[in-house]
């Protein structure tokens, strides 16, 4: 690397750091924003959820459906695997993450388990393309599930110690409804 | 063998667990929460692929290993610069621009990663990644390289560094420079203090370090001796001991091979874990060498 070029660069990212911070004051929101959002079974704790503002392509009403519509796959996932009811799995998910979903349930139904999803996002819309109606959701969750007795739903084990994952989750507006079509996870 | 390390852990861990049953006793926690267990990872059957980035003097080089579960891992290894590529994958990596979507991910994480900037890996069949890189880097300082995670192997890897590792370019001294027949030449291996020579590479996250130590060093003379030692020798003026008395001269004009072999035992490990054996190697170096008849002038009284 050449050092005026490497100059120039720290120069541009410097400034664009400090317009970022100029931004993010701006939109600062007295504090009412949780630093997380935590998806439980089967009765999911009060969440505060960030609330995307707007960008030059899209409306702050679609990325909110995005954010939405992501914490409430969450939410049916965890009631899912916990109840072992697969009924919901649609509404939320698609593709390969619904047969993928199954897959999980079906599994932990043959073994008489279930699984209680303690789960604190650290999530963001990494893209967003309302016209194509795609999204792209990166989450480094800190995971502190169990598994159950399928039938008692008394702990079996211990719950995971706060393991950091690394997940991305690509949705797709499936009938003017947010999905979650497939997803990848960073490592593991 | 278990180690004394894993010993002394154990030591630990038995007392600790026996503290924890107590303890789960006395508050009445659920007898399960005293077991054993890992917890539950949600969406355990996710496909998966290993990020990583190794920093050199050229730039950056992020490594994804995909595995058989990973999107489109059907494609092969490829590699590309920064923005398009080849291959299987087609692989770009940009500057993530902080929206404010993506507001509070960055300042919880920013401060974890001082001097760095997040950037976003994708691959057109689907991969999506996210890494922190030296606020140094442009686009133009990053490739990268596609493996399949489940294709790399260590050991080809570590035999493959073997024959790079980087040993010293090693010199024979000799004393006398221009040797004499039936006089002792003293050698000694100049450039080289016969300390271990380490090398390591890192391939889809898996980092793999080669060592050699020499364990014993042959000394051909050119004239069909030889020697073996285990020591360097002494650069003149200190005596050396490695010393060989050549009985005939080299040539008119020419000069003995006189060649130092070494022998390396070899060995490798995986990110750091235990070393494992290698085929042990050897290095030869060789040094021309004129060896003279010295001649005796008789003068009568």
Excluded at chain 1, 5 to 34: K, Q, S
Aim: net charge negative.
């Amino acid at each position: 690397m050449q050092k005026g070029a490497v100059l120039t660069r720290r120069f541009a990212l410097l400034a664009t750091v400090a317009v970022m911070g100029l931004m993010l004051a701006a939109c600062g929101d007295g504090g009412n924003e949780g630093d997380s959002v935590r998806t439980e079974s089967p009765t999911p704790a009060a969440t505060r959820t960030a609330v995307p503002e707007a960008s030059p392509t899209s409306t702050p009403s679609i990325e909110q459906e995005v954010s939405e519509a992501y914490l409430r796959y969450w939410e049916v996932y965890a009631d899912a695997v916990f109840n072992l009811d697969e009924s919901k799995l649609p509404e939320v998910m698609t593709g390969p993450q619904l047969d993928r979903t199954r897959r999980e349930i079906d599994g932990l139904r043959q073994r008489g388990r279930a699984a209680k999803i303690v789960v604190e996002h650290n999530s963001f819309i990494a893209e967003l393309d309302p016209v194509a109606g795609t999204a792209t959701m990166h989450d480094e969750y800190t995971n502190r599930s169990y598994e159950v007795d399928a039938e008692t739903k008394q702990i079996v084990g211990q719950a995971a110690p706060g393991t950091v994952l690394t997940d991305t989750y690509f949705l797709v507006k499936e009938d003017g409804t947010w999905k979650v079509r497939d997803g990848i996870r960073q490592g593991g | 063998m278990e180690s004394p390390r894993w010993h002394s852990t154990r030591r630990l861990i038995a007392p600790a667990v026996a503290l924890l049953l107590i303890a789960a006793t006395i508050v009445g926690l659920p007898p399960e929460l005293a077991r054993a267990d890992d917890g539950y990872d949600p969406n355990p059957d996710l496909p998966h692929a290993d990020i990583s980035v190794e920093s050199h003097g050229d730039g950056v080089t992020i490594y994804i290993a995909v595995s058989d579960s990973s999107p489109g891992s059907s494609g092969d290894s490829s590699s590309s610069d920064g923005v398009g590529g080849s291959g299987g994958w087609s692989c770009s990596a940009d500057v993530m621009n902080i929206g404010v979507g993506m507001r509070e991910w960055f300042e919880r994480e920013a401060p974890l990663h001082p001097g760095q900037a997040p950037w976003i890996v994708r691959c057109d069949n689907g991969f999506f990644g996210v890494v922190w890189l030296s606020t140094d880097v442009g686009p133009a300082d990053i490739q990268i390289v596609v493996v399949r995670g489940d294709a790399v192997d260590p050991a080809a890897m570590a035999a493959a560094l073997l024959d790079h590792v980087p040993v010293p370019d090693i010199t024979i001294g000799v004393n006398p420079a221009t040797g004499l027949v039936a006089v002792p030449s003293w050698f000694w291996i100049e450039g080289y203090d016969g300390s271990p020579i380490v090398a390591s590479d890192t391939l889809g996250g898996v980092t793999v370090e080669v060592e050699i130590t020499p364990t014993g060093y042959r000394w051909y003379f050119g004239d069909g001796a030889a020697l073996e030692t285990t020591s360097l020798g002494q650069p003149y003026p200190q005596p050396s001991d490695i010393r060989h008395t050549y009985e005939q001269s080299s040539s008119v004009g020419g000069s003995f091979a006189a060649t130092v072999e070494i022998a390396f035992s070899a060995r490798y490990r995986v990110d750091g874990g235990a070393w494992q054996p290698l085929d042990p190697i050897t290095r030869s170096f060789t040094a021309a060498y004129p060896v003279q008849q010295l001649q005796s002038i008789l003068t009568g009284q």
